[in-house]
């Protein structure tokens, strides 16, 4: 799952399980740092950082699947840096008519200093990063997320402080996000707690993989247990883009709804995370994503920042 025999001389942004703990760290950082300087330098969303340490710098930005915060936060990520961005939806590509993974990712080498994909397949993403000679930056597949768990890292620590030994709550599908933050747990040494029916479990080499590289993870199929004594409860839309059978997955996963009776199993000042587009009534109640205890917007405007992190870090600056 992480060896992914990729060009060792190329920083991808693959999987948080693939980078270090030194660079994980650092990232959240950087991501500090450059919230600061717009917050002490600028209330224009136009902002530009004075030293543009991505000027004459181009990214591509790939998306194979309808986006609002990725694309906006990495476009405007890259306006704030100095450099450049240029969309490419898929049905407007040649990847969209049968051009493979591999040449595309050739040909857009010559052209850009970095890729982000937001893709169906997985197996796209490493093929691109195996073929690049450019980073890539995974802005979303089937298996991970791993830049809004990044964002969700520095919400945590902006309200609660270091999330080191803190407790994470997962109620729902242990999707794309839910593997991400198994990955983040490992490296930011947090315990994590994942409610999920048996048949939407994570993966079980994902979790093996947590606790063979030392993760603090449990799985249960009982929500109010995930969400006892945690420091912050997660959850995603149940029904996520390409989900066979939504009434289905909306009957199965309803027992896992966040409401406020399991924001009172955590602590009392535990918050509420979610990575957005929400569906009140479906996985969260109107009170606890619209109440105090929620840090979304926070959440989502932190893409931005870590996206700005993640560039800076693609392109060893």
């Known amino acids: 799952m992480t060896n992914y025999n990729l060009k060792p001389n ?4 693959i999987d948080i399980s693939s980078i270090s703990k030194q660079d994980a760290r650092e990232i959240i950082e950087k991501a500090k740092m450059l919230k600061k300087a717009v917050t002490e330098q600028s209330q224009s969303k136009g902002f530009v950082h004075e030293d543009a340490p991505l000027k004459n710098q181009a990214l591509a930005m790939i998306f194979e699947k309808p986006s609002t915060r990725t694309r906006v936060s990495f476009e405007m990520a890259m306006h704030q840096l100095g450099g450049k961005s ?11 008519r049968g051009e493979t993974v591999a040449d595309t990712a050739k040909v857009l080498s010559g052209f850009v200093d970095a890729i982000m994909l937001r893709a169906n397949s997985h197996e796209d993403m490493l093929e691109m990063a195996e073929t690049s000679t450019v980073p890539i930056i995974n802005a979303l597949t089937d298996f991970s ?17 270091s999330i080191a030994g803190k407790k994470i709550a997962w109620s ?3 999707n794309n996000v839910a593997v991400s ?3 983040a747990s490992v490296l930011f040494e947090c315990e994590l707690a994942l409610a999920c029916p048996k048949e939407y479990a994570p993966l079980e080499q994902v979790v093996g993989w947590a606790k063979n590289n030392g993760g603090k993870v449990s ?13 912050c409860v997660i959850t995603d839309t149940f029904i996520s883009m390409g989900d066979d059978n939504p009434e289905q997955r909306l009957n199965d996963l309803a027992p896992y709804q966040v409401d406020q009776n399991l924001m009172s199993k955590a602590n009392n000042n535990a918050i509420f995370m979610h990575c957005l587009p929400a569906h009140r009534g479906e996985e969260v109640t109107a009170d606890v994503i619209d109440g105090p205890q929620s840090v979304i917007w ?6 931005l920042h870590i996206q700005k992190a993640i560039l800076m870090w693609c392109f060893g600056k």
Do not use: K, S
């Open 145 to 161: 997320h791993p830049c809004q768990i990044m964002a969700d890292i520095l919400t945590f620590e902006e309200h609660r402080g």
């Open 10 to 13: 190329h920083r991808h942004f």
């Open 172 to 174: 729902g599908d242990g």
């Open 298 to 303: 926070d959440e989502a405007e932190n893409r």
């Open 86 to 96: 240029v969309v490419l939806q898929n049905h407007d590509m040649q990847l969209g």
């Open 181 to 183: 933050w198994i990955h």
């Open 219 to 231: 799985v249960t199929e009982n929500p109010e247990e995930a969400a006892l004594d945690a420091d």
